[in-house]
């Protein structure tokens, strides 16, 4: 499957910065304004990506506010599935996931039969990604809602041999992730393995509170890096800016 037009321009922008600051925005809100106004405020201060997505997502306001976010914002816009119910017009991509650490068919192939078609009628685009979830302290939502067991977070090799089957099946992003909220993100070594073993594009998230957590993954290979629960509290133009900061690494 060809690169479309959103993954290029992440590729190339990638290629230009280093690596790119993602703000995982919550669609599970029925205030009419808030994904806007968080979106809005994340792009006006240095984010390159707006990822939206949740493990529920029961807003059938969803394609109304997508909308309006895509006319007030100029980033790619890209819709992060917890399955194919999911699946909404008005994104620029979908981020096609399949998780590879769990043994779950139903999240191995059942959702994306389902979300496929549904992604083929929209005209989406879609980004074939690995997710790999790795352990970080205590059960994330993922975890539970999958039903699958993380990455031990002390062997990054098991981390890596996924990574290595995903590529061999054709995805080109893999996402890392500890899981929203995650006591710990994920440890530097998973990323560094997975960096050596594949050519992927690697994103990461889960648990990722200050800049400098940011930087040591981008050090360690990861291009991506995802905050979301952070600024569920947190309304801070300064310290967006810092994360975009120590995440532009190319400047
Ligand atoms: C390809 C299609 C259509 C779907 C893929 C479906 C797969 C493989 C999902 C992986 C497992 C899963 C449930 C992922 C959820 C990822 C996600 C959107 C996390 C962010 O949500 P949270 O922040 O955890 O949500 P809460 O804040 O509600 O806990
Ligand atoms: O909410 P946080 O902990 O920033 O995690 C972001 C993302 O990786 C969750 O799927
Ligand atoms: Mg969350």
């Known amino acids: 499957m060809q690169i479309g037009k959103t993954e290029a321009r992440l590729n190339a922008e990638i290629e230009k910065r280093g690596a790119l600051f993602a703000v995982l925005l919550d669609p599970d809100t029925s205030d009419d304004n808030a994904l806007l106004k968080a979106g809005a405020l994340a792009a006006e201060n240095g984010a390159d990506l707006l990822l939206v997505g949740g493990s529920f997502m029961g807003n059938f306001k969803l394609p109304a506010q997508v909308a309006a976010l895509k006319k007030e914002v100029s980033l790619p816009v ?6 194919a119910s999911q699946v909404v017009p008005g994104f620029d991509a979908i981020l096609f996931m399949t998780l590879v650490t769990g043994r779950n068919p ?15 009628s929209l005209g989406m685009e879609a980004i074939p990604t690995a ?36 590529e061999l099946m054709g995805m080109r992003y893999v996402y890392l992730e500890a899981g929203s909220g995650a006591e710990t ?13 594949t ?7 889960g648990g990722i509170r200050e800049p400098e957590s ?20 947190v309304k801070d133009p ?8 120590a995440i532009h690494v190319k400047g």
């Open 106 to 120: 139903n999240y191995l192939i059942d959702e994306q039969v389902r979300g496929g078609v549904l992604v083929k």
């Open 185 to 197: 993100p994920v440890p530097v070594e998973h990323i560094a393995y997975t960096r050596k073993a």
């Open 131 to 166: 997710y790999e979830l790795i352990n970080s302290g205590k059960r994330t939502a993922v975890e539970y809602i999958s039903g699958t067991f993380p990455v031990p977070e002390n062997k990054p090799k098991l981390s890596m041999v996924h990574s290595i089957a995903a």
């Open 199 to 205: 050519e992927m594009t690697i994103i990461t998230g």
């Open 78 to 83: 890209v819709l992060f599935p917890g399955g």
């Open 238 to 245: 300064g310290l967006l800016k810092e994360f975009a900061s």
């Open 214 to 233: 940011a930087a040591v993954r981008v050090a360690a290979g990861a291009q991506i890096i995802v905050t979301g629960t952070l600024w569920e509290k």
